[in-house]
């Protein structure tokens, strides 16, 4: 058997639950068919993790640390602080995603039933990266708010950004629910496939649009900056 370091042994079994899940479901995975697939023995799976919850859980962690990294590289494009907000929506997922049910993990992972059955260590690095991935987008308004690219009194600056990165992420991720309900609906063969990505004119991009809007901004989200952002996208493989 090869010899693995600790870090290399547990990303290759969290490789091998994705390949599972990829080939089975989010419920019908089997801690069985995760240690055949990774060719190690159960002591050396349950040495990382501890049950199924814990897979689901540590996945999400590791989807979260992928989505981190690109927003990261998406903020470091010459966009103004507005653009970069919409260009996470408008990256194309067939060619970003780390895993291909992303979507539906975390849909499952913010069932607290689920979460309270993981073990300690995954529980709160899955919580410390979503804090992390907030903070990003709150460092970019605050930093939006400093420079003048967004206009707002000083005293109102907190709950301003607080305001945007909630209305903007609780739109984005409820846009995010209804497609897979209407997605669901092929089950019965009625249903409407999401896209792997958004073009310029879709229903969220120009909600979107129309949100950030009604802030005031240095450089307003107009049709021609959208597409501007498309094409650095493009240009840096993210679209």
């Known amino acids: 058997m090869p010899k ?5 042994q547990e990303d290759l079994i969290l490789d091998s639950a994705a390949k599972c899940i990829q080939s089975s479901s989010l419920l019908d995975f089997t801690m069985s068919a995760i240690s055949k697939e990774a060719g190690l023995s159960m002591g050396s799976i349950y040495k990382h993790i501890q049950s199924k919850e814990d897979v689901l859980v540590a996945l999400g962690y590791r989807s979260k640390v992928h989505f981190k990294n690109l927003v ?3 903020f470091e494009l010459p966009l103004p602080p507005v653009a970069k907000i919409v260009a996470v929506q408008l990256m194309d997922h067939s060619l970003v995603s780390d895993i291909g049910f992303g979507p539906q993990l975390e849909t499952l992972l913010g069932n607290e039933s689920i979460l309270k059955r993981a073990s300690r260590r995954w529980l709160e690095k899955f919580m410390e990266i979503n804090i992390e991935v907030e903070d990003v987008f709150t460092q970019l308004l605050l930093h939006a708010c400093e420079s003048s690219e967004l206009l707002v009194a000083q005293d109102e600056k907190a709950n301003l950004v607080n305001e945007i ?5 609780s ?11 209407r997605g669901s609906r092929n089950i019965l063969d009625q249903g409407i496939p999401p896209p792997v990505r958004y073009e310029s004119d879709a229903t969220i991009i120009q909600t979107l649009k129309r949100l950030l809007n009604t802030y005031q901004w240095k450089s307003p989200l107009t049709s021609e900056l ?12 993210l679209r």
């Open 4 to 8: 693995y370091s600790d870090q290399a």
């Open 165 to 169: 990165v909630t209305s903007s992420w």
């Open 226 to 237: 959208i597409e501007y952002t498309c094409g650095q996208l493009q240009q840096s493989g």
């Open 171 to 181: 739109l984005c991720i409820g846009h995010t629910q209804v497609a897979m309900q």
């Open 72 to 74: 990261h590289q998406i």
